[in-house]
C-alpha cells in the first residue's frame, strides 16, 4: 500500500527517544527507537477450532462510528482554556544523535509539535512537548497540564485556518528509564494527542526523574 506523508509518519512514530527533557538535566540522550508493529501469532500457532456441534449463531452487524480526522496541515499555536495556557508551537525534530529537540527553556518559552508525528487532527497521535517550570524558576508553559479533568479541551490551530479541539482523556506519569514508548507514539485508530513534559522533581539531585503525559482525543 503507498503511504500518504501522514501515515509515513504515522509509522515512523517513536523515532524519538521519550525520556525527554527539561531543566537541570532533565534532558535524555537515550537513542532513539523505531516502533514495530505489535507480534501477531502466526496461524500455525492458533489452536485448531473445536468441531461445531450446533449451527453457528448469525451475528447482527453493528455500525462502529466514524472517528474524526483532519486533513494534513501543520499547527501553527495551542491554547488550553481551562487553564490560560497558550503559545505558538515550534516544529521540533531530531538532533544528528537521534535524541528528541526540546523547546527552548527560557522564562516564556513556547511548547513545541515533534514533526515526526502526525500533524494535530489527522489520524495517529500528534505530540506536543513543553517545558513544566522555566530556567528562572518560574512555571512553563504545561506547568498545569496536572490540573486538567474530564471535559477540558485542548484546541489546536492549524496553518490552513482551521482548528482541531481535542478532549482529555486521561493523565499519566510514568519513570523516565521505564517510560512506555509505544504507548505514547503508537499509532491510534483516531486522532488523538499527546502533551508531554517532566514531572517527578528530585531535590537532592535537581533532576526530574519522570514524564507527565496527557491523553487527549479529537472531537471536531
Known sequence: MISSPGSRRRSRLAAAAVAFFLLSGCASEAPAQMLENPPTTSPSAMPSPA????????????????????????????????????????SLGLRDNGTLEVPPDGPGAPAGWYNGSPTPGERGPAVLLGHVNATDGGPGIFAELRKLKAGDTIEVTREDGTKAVFTFDRGEQYAKDAFPTSKVYGNTAGAELRLITCDGFDPETGEFDDNYVVYAKLVG
Open 51 to 90: 468441531p461445531a456441534t450446533t449451527a453457528p449463531q448469525v451475528q447482527t452487524p453493528t455500525t462502529v462510528p466514524e472517528l474524526p480526522v483532519l486533513p494534513e496541515s501543520r499547527p501553527a499555536s495551542f491554547l488550553i482554556p481551562s487553564t490560560g495556557a497558550t503559545s505558538e508551537l515550534l
